[in-house]
């Protein structure tokens, strides 16, 4: 089910994607601007769908301009490059200096991360990523804060779906605090100093941290996939 979910969120990320970078000024304010001009015809059929559907383009919108800032400087110039810049996907290999087949590689992680933030879902391997769990945890936040006002009724999504999500931004709380202290606290065995120097710079190819803990890489592999499995328990 969530495969078939994740299927279409990817589509609707392209979608969201183009938009974020065609979009004159912010997309979210535009977003805004046109559901609150529906409040005054709420009485006329169908504009309480239309309604709906404009609040769910906000967030994806600020799903998008999250994973965004999370992205390093070269995928976020790729990204410039080919929405905003309309290159094809050639000429961005030429421009970055990068193999069309890596670029492939980023464009389908970036639009599985849009589509993750979408969906209001961590995938397994996020645990070993801070900022990617405090930003789901932000947009969940304003989700549920912003399902809660403009629709205490469950017009618009039921209480069931808003209880889920609720209950989902709990666990995400408590996998941060414990990501927290793996970073914070002094490490003392192999195990906390191997996710202690992930969690500190998540973007370190394997065998960089495998260096600095002087052990070998697979041992670095070892240690952080016990972590993921025991992280495993909060991603409900």
């Known amino acids: 089910m969530l495969k078939t979910k994740l299927y279409f969120a990817q589509r609707i ?97 970036i639009l599985e991360q849009i589509a993750r933030f979408m969906l209001l879902t961590l995938k397994p391997e996020d645990v070993l990523h801070p900022g990617r769990v405090a930003q789901m945890i932000r947009l969940q936040a304003e989700t549920i804060r912003f399902f809660s006002e403009i629709d205490p009724t469950g017009t618009v999504v039921t209480k069931d779906w808003l209880l889920a999500l609720i209950i989902r931004h709990r666990e ?15 490490s003392v065995s192999l195990h906390e100093r191997i996710v202690a120097a ?5 973007d370190e190819p394997e065998k960089c941290l495998a260096r600095s803990c002087h052990v070998h890489k697979c041992v670095v592999s070892r240690h ?9 328990k909060y991603l409900v």
């Open 13 to 109: 990320a392209e979608d969201a994607l183009q938009h974020h970078f065609t979009a004159k000024g912010d997309g979210c304010q535009e977003f805004r601007q046109i559901r609150e001009d529906c409040l005054d015809f709420m009485s006329i059929p169908n504009t309480q769908r239309i309604y709906a559907k404009l609040i769910r383009l906000e967030l994806n919108e600020r799903a998008v301009k999250m994973v965004i800032r999370m992205l390093t400087a070269e995928k976020r110039q790729y990204l410039h490059l080919r929405y905003r810049r309309k290159k094809s996907i050639v000429a961005v290999s030429l421009a970055l200096h990068v193999s069309v087949a890596q670029l492939n590689l980023w464009h389908h992680g």
């Open 198 to 202: 992930r969690l500190n710079h998540p």
């Open 224 to 232: 952080l996939r016990e972590f993921e499995e025991e992280m495993s």
């Open 172 to 186: 995400y709380k408590k996998l941060l605090a414990e990501m927290k202290f793996f970073m914070d606290e002094d």
